[in-house]
């Protein structure tokens, strides 16, 4: 154990960064928090995001930090909860979702509507965070987390890759086709 180890996600976030950069299209981020990283990520790099959260106050604070950083131009916010997303069926090509899915009580409810709007040569991009990453950023302990996300994952998309990261492990989920 290393002590006074610090979280640290940044490696992990540029990471799906890119893979989103290789596909484009419409991107949708699923809880986008108070400060829209994601988003932001994506929008300081030309793209367009649309961006949800069903908390009033974390919308209101990622729109000022969206603005702050210059990039309120290019991210859609939208107040709506991730097991009723407000769009028709297949209309984004990455939908992400980043340390969201441990907020998300009803998980399977949320991820079968991620794959509602997945077009379907899209993907699902879902971040997580590892046992070791819930420790070093004051969660609690739950070693299963992953394993119970990867499940439900398999049972709405043929295809789930796990990506493991220091901090957290990413699943890429295909509705069907190839890359
Ligand atoms: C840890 S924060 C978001 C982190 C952010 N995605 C990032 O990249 O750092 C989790 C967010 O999920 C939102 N959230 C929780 N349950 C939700 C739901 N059912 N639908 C939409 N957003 C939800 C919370 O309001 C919160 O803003």
Redesign the pocket.
């Known amino acids: 154990m290393v002590k006074n180890e610090e979280y640290d996600d940044k490696q992990d976030?540029e990471a799906i960064v890119r893979m989103v950069s290789r596909s484009a299209g419409k991107i949708l981020?699923?809880?986008?928090?108070?400060?829209?990283?994601?988003a932001q990520l994506l929008a300081k790099k030309g793209f367009r995001v649309t961006a949800?959260?069903?908390?009033r106050k974390?919308l209101k604070a990622a729109r000022k930090e969206a603005r702050r950083e210059k990039v309120n131009s290019l991210i859609d916010f939208c107040r709506?909860?991730?097991?009723r997303l407000p769009f028709p069926d297949k209309s984004f090509n990455v939908i992400m979702?980043?340390?969201?899915m441990h907020?998300?009580r009803?998980r399977a409810e949320?991820i079968k509507e991620m794959r509602r709007v997945c077009a379907n040569r899209g993907k699902v991009i879902i971040a997580d965070l590892t046992p070791r990453g819930r420790r070093v950023s004051g969660h609690k302990k739950d070693n299963k987390f992953l394993d119970s996300l990867e499940t439900i994952l398999n049972s709405y998309f043929p295809r789930v890759e796990r990506i493991k990261n220091k901090y957290t492990a990413t699943f890429v989920a295909r509705p069907g086709g190839t890359r």
């Open positions: 976030r981020d699923v809880g986008t928090g108070d400060c829209c990283c994601m949800i959260d069903r908390s974390n709506a909860d991730a097991i979702a980043f340390n969201t907020h998300i009803k949320a």
